[in-house]
Each structure stands twice: as structure tokens, then as C-alpha cells.
């Protein structure tokens, strides 16, 4: 049984592996398989793109079953879309996929993350049922797409886990960095020496001249795959938060040429090594602002040892570029709950909802708070920005009353036009870090941004007027900003009750929205 509210009731989570998913999203009618020939040059990223273009989120994840040049019983299948969907999020988390609020959504990512279980090791699992070592190793046996025709090469890793250990202590690192083949043995990997927790450790192998060893694990199970880009404090343990995320330990073995711990039940695992001073020209890559905004440079190299994969692999990718895309249904709900998590560890009182606008790519970030203390916007904005994934995320703070839903653009628009005075509540910080695929940054200046902080609440200062009362001019308990125009609860309360005998409902053709900006008024939990 389903409940509304903060405390969401919940079904038995998923865990299980992608193949189990698939299933799964297949009995729910969110799995379409296309069996028509697709070319991996191209075609297959256009037609995910229409797809998303079109649909939007009632887009289907896709598994591609016919891929030109590749013909079974070689590797053929390519699946994308695994989390173009809030709905299949909620499958995994074992919450009600239709009637589920994004909100709901970020307070049960929330309230997971701050638990963790270890994985467990077994000695054998699905992923190594095939070994390929040395001359053995080509990596384009794999149906590796070409995803947008402006890219610099194919690229094999657009939805997986980079495994990773950190040189000077326990700390496993499971990350999501885009990876393009250069040869049949030899990757790019877009990273760079102290940036992101990759490079952290990576850096730690250069000054000790020592290659670091690495193993890519593409079609692990979904919820490890969703937090690999998640941004969990450095020196955490993506393995731990997934298994406290699904409720169970993911099954883990040791790698074939590697010591690293491998998902068991992944479709194809890569290792090798990351030399610390070669490297490769890498990109340019669509990337998820939707343009071409980087400068292509040379990027680390990927050594390959070995190539482990299940019988019949599928290779699990994901294209970026515009919105909205998988990777940003993805950070929208999962950096909404790690940026609450962080606003409430750090004493930032009166948080109550978190919203990673996905049509801005998640550039946008929009905090609705209960007022408490001058400044509370300014507050929210420096310990946001004060986070890791600011170097790629959040370059606009937006900040609301409690009584705005984040998510609702309409809403956060109507906050901004008329709870803003632009000379006081616009602020505006040039120079700092940022993203340096941000396309508004000339290329000489990649790697810095301006960012903007929206303070779209009502002012803290003034004071309650009787112009401004409750129940209208002079009368009623006095406000200390004019009143809106939302009808009394017990009108609300009549109007609902009758609303069936009416005789109103929509028209069947109209241009615009089939829903207003302020339904939530009418809510009876309001």
C-alpha cells in the first residue's frame, strides 16, 4: 500500500541484476525491443533521440536486438533508456510508479543514502563466464555506437561504473566517465589528474609513477548504476550506498588481472590499467548541456588486460546531449537528495524540498525553504556551491517559500516575477570554478563560470500590516507580505466536494497545458 506525504510507504525495493530489471520493466510495459536493423554509426543515437524528443517521460527504455554488422551469435544487443523514466526509478525503489512525486522520490533516495551495506565477494559470478586476455582482447567485437555525428570517436562508456582504489588506504571509488575506444586493447577516459574522486586517487598513482588499476563494468544492476554518478563524499563507497539503497549487498568478484572487486553480475567488465603520464586525444563528445561546449585535449589511456562478459552480453549505453536525456532524470532526483543530505549535515535549517530543474540540464537548482534566519537564500547558495558537483552543476541557485513546489516550473516562475526585487535579490558571483563544458565560456576560459543566486522569497525583514490581512484589508490577522488570491479553505473544501456535479471537464483540443500552475491549492492535505 501506497501513503502521500513525507513518509512514503513502499513495496519491496529491487535487487537484482540489469538482466532481472529488464524483465521486470518488461512486465510493466516500459521496455520496447527493436528488432528492426539499427546502425550503431549514428542511426541508434538518432532514433534514442526522438524517442526522447517525442515522448519524453513516458519515453520506454529501448533494447536494440538487430545491429548492423554485428550478427549473432556475437555480442548484437545494445540497451538505452534504463532510467529515462521517473517511473522506473520508482520501480527500483519499490515506491508506486504512477502516482510517486518527484519530492517523494528525493526524500526516499535521501533517507537510503544515509545508510550503507558492504558487498559481499562471492568467487564466481555471470560476469565471468566468458575471459579474453591479451591478443584475444577486441574491444569493437562489442556494438560500440557512434552516438551523435559531430563525436570524436565511438564511445563504450556511456552508462557503467569505473572501479577504482584509492593508493593509500580501503576506499573504493564507482564513477561514471565518459570512455572512448582508441584501438582494439586502448581507451580514453575523460578525466583529469585531481578533479572529480577518480582523479583524486589518480593523482596520488602519478606522483608515485605508478599505473592505477581500473575496471569498467558495463550492465551492473540498477541501483549501483544509479549512483555512480551520485556524488557521494569522497572517501565513501559507492558499493556500500547502492547495497543500503536496494536493501541487500551487492555480489562482488575479484577481477581476472586486476585486485578490484567487479560486480558479479555484470554484462561485460573491462580492466586494465590507467598509466600515469600517457595520452590519447579524446572527444569531442555531446555532452549533457546539449552542445559541444569543451576544448578536445588529450586524456588518460586505459591499458586493457582483460575482457570479461557474460553469454550473450549486453552492452547498456546512454546519449547525452540536449534535455532531457537519461543522465539528467537521473542527477535530478539522486543530486536533489544528495544536496538536501548536505544542506541538513551542515546545519541549514528549514529545507523543504530540492529540485534539480532537468530541463536546464541541471544547471538550475531550486530550493524551497521555510524562512528562518536574513540571508537564509545567501546560506543555501554558498554550501551548495561548496560541493563537488558544483564544478559541473548548479551555476543557478534558485531559492522559494515553502509554499512553492520546486518542481513546478510554473510556480518557481510566478515566485520569481513577483517575490523579486532584482537590485536586492539577484546576486551574482563572477570567476568561480565551474564546468568547463559549459558552452558560454570561450574556450580559452573553460573551466570558470559566473554564478547567480535568485532569491525568490518573500522579504525577511518586513514587517505584518494590516493592509494585508488575512481576510482582507484591516481585517483578520495581519501578514507581513500581501495575500494571494487563493480561495478560503472552506471554499476550497465546498468547491471540491461538489466538484463531480459541476458538469466541467476538459476540452479534448486546446493548445497549452491540461493542467494549471496552482492544483496544489486545491490539494486537501494543504
Known sequence: MFQKGDVLMETKN?????????????????????????HWNQELGAVVRRTYDFYGDASPALLFENIVDYPPPGPNRILVGQ????????????????????????????????????PVQVTEGPAHENVELGDQINLLKFPVPFWNYRDGG?????????????????????????????????????????????????????????PMPVAVAIGIEPGLALL??????????????????????????????????????????????IDPFARESEGPFGEYPGYYGEVPGPSPVIQVTAVTYRHDPILQG???????????????????????????????PGIRSVACIPESSNCHIVVSITPAVPAHADWIASAIWGTSAAVWLFKHVFVVD????????GQVNWAMAWRVKAGEDIKIWRNHRGSPIDPRQEPESKGF??????????PFHW????????????????????????????????????????????????????????????????
Open 14 to 38: 529491487f535487487a537484482g541484476s540489469m538482466r532481472d530489471f529488464l524483465s521486470l520493466l518488461e512486465e510493466e510495459g516500459h521496455l520496447n525491443r527493436v528488432r528492426l536493423p539499427v
Open 154 to 210: 565511438r564511445y563504450i562508456g556511456t552508462m557503467h561504473g569505473v572501479i577504482t582504489k584509492d593508493l593509500d588506504s580501503d576506499w573504493i571509488n564507482v564513477g561514471l566517465y565518459r570512455i572512448m575506444v582508441c584501438g582494439k586493447n586502448q581507451l580514453a577516459i575523460y578525466m583529469r589528474p585531481g578533479r572529480q574522486h577518480i582523479g583524486q586517487q589518480y593523482l596520488k598513482y602519478i606522483e608515485k609513477k605508478k
Open 228 to 273: 555512480s554518478s551520485a556524488n557521494i563524499p569522497a572517501g565513501a563507497n559507492e558499493y556500500d550506498a547502492a547495497g543500503g539503497l536496494i536493501g541487500t549487498p551487492i555480489q562482488t568478484i575479484k577481477g581476472k588481472t586486476v585486485d578490484l572487486p567487479v560486480p558479479a553480475n555484470a554484462e561485460i567488465v573491462i580492466e586494465g590499467y
Open 402 to 409: 515553502d509554499d512553492i513546489d520546486p518542481w513546478d516550473l
Open 463 to 526: 514587517k505584518p500590516r494590516e493592509v494585508w490581512g488575512s481576510e482582507g484589508v484591516n481585517k483578520g490577522t495581519p501578514l507581513n507580505y500581501p495575500p494571494t488570491t487563493k480561495p478560503s479553505p472552506k471554499i476550497i473544501q465546498l468547491v471540491n466536494e461538489r466538484w463531480g456535479s459541476y458538469g466541467i471537464s476538459r476540452v479534448t483540443r486546446f493548445i497549452g497545458n491540461p493542467t494549471g500552475i496552482m492544483r496544489s491549492w486545491w490539494s486537501e492535505d494543504k
Open 83 to 118: 532510467f529515462r523514466s521517473y517511473s522506473r526509478i520508482c520501480l527500483m525503489l519499490g515506491l508506486d510508479p504512477v502516482n510517486t512525486t518527484r519530492r517523494e522520490i528525493v526524500l526516499a533516495l535521501k533517507d537510503r543514502l544515509r545508510h550503507s551495506i558492504p
Open 318 to 348: 546512454s546519449i547525452e546531449g540536449h534535455p532531457i536525456n537519461e543522465s539528467h532524470i537521473m542527477s535530478s532526483v539522486v543530486k536533489s537528495a544528495t544536496i538536501w543530505d548536505h544542506l541538513e549535515r551542515n546545519g541549514v
Open 449 to 458: 563560470w559566473d554564478r547567480m543566486l535568485i532569491d525568490a522569497t518573500k
